[in-house]
């Protein structure tokens, strides 16, 4: 590398690759699986307002996802600080590759979804949105690095901005009405004042990071951050190492699910309050909407929950939890008592309002039963416990593989089954008929749960071989992945819409709930002593 | 009356050819090491030559590729609780949980710690000058390292295992760590292992030293024996010779024409005798520094 800008773009390139492929395939999943799943039932009809709304809902999810493994990418500035380069020069070389790359990604994606699905979103108008903004809230994450003034900053700005991107697809206080086809001269000159104002902010607040100089901390800052500290200090002696490492596996990491929840609804419910207001779209979004957050949720709490390492980028055991006086499988059922409190306590946040909302608007008579989405009325009976079971499978699944301590070969293993099932679907696309592929993935899911349950079983045999796990929890894992498949058999019996395949193969996949009894002390043990 | 040092009571720590790679990197080969119930273990070395490795295994965090270790007579993979429970242990990085108030610290790990002694507890935070409400990520690099130095002793640990204890520390702290602690500790007729590349620290307190280098043990004695057993000794020859003659114990050479001064490893009677039969006479004999021994023996 002969230059410092070369070398600049090339640490932050070489750094975040993996972050950035990962939250690219993260941020179209939903995409790619709402699109095939429409397509398969022949409800693609790009003509539907509703697209408008899905468009301006992915698009937004994308460029969060993408975002924030940017941020992961971008790491802290401060490692820079030594080298003697001018404080301009490392903002330009940091910030000018982040925003051509988001807006490259948005731009790619829209137009491979269009190629495939044909579902013309607009490329131009959300790709330069997307590296203005990704501009802006870096500008303003280091403007206030370090001080408690981040989140309030970084939530105005970024809220600023979304509003500014929906009044380009309509009013603001109402359903968007149009794609944003065209990019008009205000709006690009806009677009560029916010890119220009973004780098002039990040010169000023590296500069200041970069001397040392910190914020005021005013009390009411001081006061929010106390508030926002989990939990409440402990005050007696702890009767046993367990409670003690309960304690210390909540306080750290356990609280962040429910709180993210807290935090979604007050978000969701101030939207409704200031866009919305009608009681029939609360009790739709509150359920539908809140119940894709718990499943996003549960992904984030087994992100965190599962990480034992020092930091977010090295998941290895540290020395501190190393050397508790505590066995392998005693860890894992504390951590695996975490999981489940913290799922527990972030589905109840969830499903009392969803409740308490439901039975008062419909006694009121503000909405009736039959006017609501019908698959509401036909779910209302097996929805509330699924959103239970749901983010418990994704959070103690992905749980278990962060306590490995090595998320890199899963990371690669998920990469790879993403990358091939789509380009599978791709080509199945021009390949097969729309029934031949049906049938297709039905086989492919089969095998996917199959695999699943002998995995499952073998992560059984292991462990009770180590003599990790007792016969006990062995025969109660197996009751209770029973006692689940039960539960879908009854589904099926009072509401059969499932193929008979598809409900063997959701069975498979129920064993991953109970799978990571097994795996938790394994994954332990293995990250522990290495 | 605590056992005298060395005991003859079973070794805290056994290392059986303890073999372990990092990929192509051999971090040990084939060490063995046996640390002795009571006194203070000096376990030296340079960067990078196993120590760490060395005390990872001791706690269960590495699983020996060859050989067994054994701590308190238990494998420490096996059976953390029997070996953990009664290591205290503070790490070369100070790992602690940052979100923590040291109040709480002091709280939580008391939980793990049947043995845990609230009054010396209070003593040394107190002595320490930690506030219990003061945050570990608010603490001065001395604080934390004091901080988890007092989760490490306050359940009066039969086995004190500190990693670099005094790297990057002030001299204030380390007057804490070696004067007032690891002695009173060893007094008491428990044992102290602590690694450290500090070698004037280890001459000041260690009973007994282990030298480790590229991941094998090369020596490992008595502070005094080795003290006793290597000396420098300076021989002149009765006439200029281009290359020094070979000394038996000798562990270097340097010098030229008539006078060459040895490092070497026996004792004085020995040594003088050897001289005796390479035609040399004894000048000059003095006592080494563990600093001069370690730099003979990892140059050799």
Known sequence: MRTVPSALMWEFLNRGRWQLLLMTCMGNTIPLLLFTALRTHGALDTGDSAFIVMHLALVQVNMFVFGAGMMLALGQMSRLYAYPVRTSTLVTWHLLPAMVLMALETWLTSAVLNAIYDVQWPLWGPALFAAAAMAAVIAVMWLTEKSAWLPWAVGLVGSALGLWFKTRHGPLFDLPTHYWNDVTLSEGITLSLIAAAAYAVAVYGVSRNRRGETWPAL????????????GSTATGRFRSPAEAQLWFEWRKKGWAMPACVFFGLVMGGGGWLVFNRDPKELIEGLVMGGGAMMGAMGMLGGLIIGNCGLNDANHAMGHFLATRPLTNPQLARIMLWNAAKSV???????????????????????VSVATLDPFLQQAWWWY??????????????????MMTGRSQP???????GFTAAFVTNVALEYTLSSEQRSQFWRVAFAVVSGVIVLGTVWLFAIARRREMITMPTVWGSLAAWCALVAGLIVSQWVDPRLPVIVCVCFAGMLALAVAPFAATPLALAWNRTR | MPDPFPSSAPPVVNIARVTRQFGTKTALDEVSLVVPRGGVFGLIGGNGAGKTTL??????????????????GLD???????TLGRIGYLSEDRDLPNWMRVGELMRYTQAFFPNWDEAYAEELRSAFDLDPKAKVQNLSRGQRARAGLLVALAHRPDLLVLDEPSSGLDPVVRRDILGAIIRTIADEGRTVLFSSHL???VERVADRVAIIHQG?????????????THRRMTLRFGQSVDRPPTLVGALSCDGGGAEWTYICNGESGQLRRAADAIGATVVDEASLSLDEIFVSRVLK
Request: glycine share 6%; charged share 10%.
């Open chain 1, 219 to 230: 009390g009411i800052v001081a006061w929010f951050e106390r508030l926002s500290e989990p």
């Open chain 1, 344 to 366: 527990w306590y972030a589905w109840l946040l969830w499903a009392i309002p969803v409740v308490v909302l439901s039975l008062l608007v419909v006694l009121t008579g503000s």
């Open chain 1, 384 to 401: 509330l416990p699924a959103a239970l079971l749901g983010p418990w499978v994704i959070c103690a699944c992905l749980a278990a593989i």
């Open chain 1, 410 to 416: 899963f990371v690669s293993l998920v990469l790879g």
């Open chain 2, 55 to 72: 005390i990872k295994h001791i706690l269960g965090m590495l699983q020996p590729q060859a050989g067994t270790v054994q701590v308190f």
């Open chain 2, 76 to 82: 420490p993979v096996a059976n953390p609780v029997g």
């Open chain 2, 199 to 201: 070698l004037d620290e």
């Open chain 2, 216 to 228: 094998r043990i090369v020596l490992t004695a008595p502070m005094d024996e080795i003290k006793d």
